[in-house]
T-cell receptor, first 115, second 114 residues
């Protein structure tokens, strides 16, 4: 089982560039989310989705866009990268509310550096 | 707003020792509480999940307890091994309409010395 797959694992960008972090899950999970992890700050929720076509903002959404056209994929777009977006990004998924055991499954992370 | 605190930030113990990691949360109206393990450069792996109606969960050498009234959860690791060295994070979710969200603590970095 692949679980939650994130690509790329590492990326270096220049300020102002745009890019997309990819996330795919093969568990038919309804809920998907993106977190960023920074030293001393812990994990913070960026955006989440409770199903295809439905997205919502988390704690730190500014500078990021998401879409959910399929159940499997939940890409995170950086519109104009800034050094403050240097971080490790994690995608996570779980079942929706009706089947929810609560257990959250994480990808391996994408380490982004913005110069 | 839910706040989750983990103390200590780092812990070093000799191999074989039993140990307890602490997690406290400010809002007792939680949906569930999860403990995760994170190895360096890796993602988070779910260890134990305690629903709000439960008091504890066990998996192998791990036992997690939940006391909503005091806003505390503990993760007990029996007979620690060097392979247990990792960062342990707890996360609490609030009850609410729609999809609940997890609030994470900053973790306790555990080192088990051979």
């Amino acid at each position: 089982n692949a679980g939650v797959t994130q690509t790329p694992k590492f990326q270096v960008l220049k300020t102002g560039q745009s890019m997309t972090l990819q996330c795919a899950q093969d568990m038919n999970h309804e809920y998907m989310s993106w977190y960023r992890q920074d030293p001393g700050m812990g994990l913070r929720l960026i955006h989440y989705s409770v199903g295809a076509g439905i997205t919502d903002q988390g704690e730190v959404p500014n500078g990021y866009n998401v879409s959910r056209s399929t159940t499997e994929d939940f890409p995170l777009r950086l519109l104009s990268a800034a050094p403050s977006q240097t971080s490790v990004y994690f995608c996570a998924s779980r079942w929706g509310q009706r089947r929810n055991t609560g257990e959250l499954f994480f990808g391996e992370g994408s380490r982004l550096t913005v110069l | 707003k839910q706040e989750v605190t983990q103390i200590p930030a780092a812990l070093s113990v000799p191999e074989g020792e039993n140990l307890v990691l602490n997690c406290s949360f400010t809002d007792s109206a939680i949906y569930n509480l999860q403990w995760f393990r994170q190895d360096p450069g890796k993602g988070l792996t779910s260890l134990l999940l305690i629903q709000s109606s439960q008091r504890e969960q066990t998996s192998g050498r791990l036992n997690a307890s939940l006391d909503k009234s005091s806003g505390r959860s503990t993760l007990y690791i029996a007979a620690s091994q060097p392979g247990d060295s990792a960062t342990y994070l707890c996360a609490a979710s609030l009850v609410g309409a729609g999809s609940y969200q997890l609030t994470f603590g900053k973790g306790t970095k555990l080192s088990v010395i051979p």
